[in-house]
């Protein structure tokens, strides 16, 4: 893939939040996390763990958590990607709970271009109840939620987002 290739590639990918709910088959889960496990991280601890969500009952609770958006329980499939605390802070102490979130966006960003890869759309959603995620998936006390990705076969918007300039994102040298 040459530079052009990979940039249009990266402006095709956009978040889908309407999903025909066929399900995804384990092969496109598995290149997910194949794809995730590949990022980097810091020290290379991989302060990152996944739960992958199908049940359509563990879903509506996740939607409800999400404050009812309604893609997550259609997506067939919703990894909430976590930064497990314990791994980075056993290293950089309190500066690893910094790096475990940091380790946790960056495995979700791969998962997400992942799926693009494989023909599937997803959404990335921050906005949830922490606790209401956490008592859904049984999560541990060292371990935080950071976002749910909703993944499956969906129809993307018919027209790209408007996106700023990049100039309106770039200081040089200094701010």
Same mark, same amino acid.
């Given at each position: 893939?040459?530079?052009? $290739?990979?940039?249009?590639?990266?402006?095709?990918?956009?978040?889908?939040?309407?999903?025909?709910?066929?399900?995804?088959?384990? =092969?496109?889960?598995?290149?997910?996390?194949?794809?995730? %496990?590949?990022?980097?991280? *810091?020290?290379?601890?991989?302060?990152?763990?996944? #739960?992958?969500?199908?049940?359509? $009952?563990?879903?509506? =609770? /996740?939607?409800?958590?999400?404050?009812? +958006?309604?893609?997550?329980?259609?997506?067939?499939?919703?990894?909430? #990607?976590?930064?497990?605390? #314990?791994?980075?802070?056993?290293?950089? @102490?309190? %500066?690893?709970? /910094?790096?475990?979130? +940091?380790?946790? !966006?960056?495995?979700?960003?791969?998962?997400?271009?992942?799926?693009?890869?494989?023909?599937?759309?997803?959404?990335?959603? @921050?906005?949830?109840?922490? $606790?209401?995620?956490?008592? !859904?998936?049984?999560? &541990? +006390?060292?371990?935080?939620?950071?976002? /749910?990705? *909703?993944?499956?076969?969906? !129809?993307? &918007?018919?027209? &790209?987002?408007?996106?700023?300039?990049?100039? =309106?994102?770039?200081? %040089? =040298?200094?701010?």
């Amino acid at each position: 893939m040459n530079s052009s $290739d990979f940039l249009r590639f990266l402006k095709t990918r956009s978040s889908v939040r309407e999903y025909s709910g066929e399900p995804l088959d384990p =092969e496109d889960i598995d290149y997910i996390l194949a794809a995730a %496990r590949t990022a980097p991280s *810091a020290g290379n601890r991989e302060a990152w763990d996944v #739960v992958i969500v199908t049940y359509e $009952d563990a879903r509506e =609770e /996740l939607a409800l958590a999400a404050f009812e +958006q309604v893609h997550i329980r259609e997506a067939p499939a919703v990894f909430a #990607v976590c930064a497990n605390y #314990v791994r980075s802070m056993s290293h950089y @102490g309190e %500066r690893g709970i /910094l790096y475990a979130v +940091q380790d946790a !966006t960056i495995a979700c960003t791969y998962m997400m271009l992942a799926a693009h890869a494989r023909g599937l759309h997803s959404c990335w959603t @921050g906005a949830f109840n922490e $606790d209401s995620v956490r008592e !859904t998936l049984g999560l &541990p +006390q060292h371990v935080r939620p950071v976002a /749910l990705l *909703a993944v499956g076969r969906g !129809t993307p &918007p018919l027209e &790209p987002m408007e996106r700023m300039p990049v100039d =309106e994102h770039t200081h %040089r =040298e200094t701010w």
